[in-house]
């Protein structure tokens, strides 16, 4: 078995508890008209990050589509959100993807 490579226990716990505190704040602010659409975005993060950690292929590939979502998202707000979730995208993406990554989620 290969082991886990630091990176992605750092990614995988980041989304975790991104997931679970922005979950938690929309739990306790439920003003929004698509409550349940956040929501199950959050869990998605959730779900992904969990898996990642597991070492499933399909787990790094949500989580890279979690974050093109947020940079699509992030267009109707500002250049700045667009910049910052490029750039996080391009950096969890580049670790995810990398042979030490790859040969890990191949196992």
Known sequence: MTKRPPSITVISWIFITVGIVALSYHALHPSEESLVWVCFVRILAIVGGGFLLRGANWARWLLVVWLGYHV??????????????????????????RP???TFFRQ
């Open 72 to 97: 699509i998202l992030s267009i109707l707000h500002s250049a700045m959100a667009v910049g910052i979730h490029t750039v996080l995208l391009a950096a969890i993406a580049y670790f995810l993807f």
């Open 100 to 102: 030490q990554s790859s």
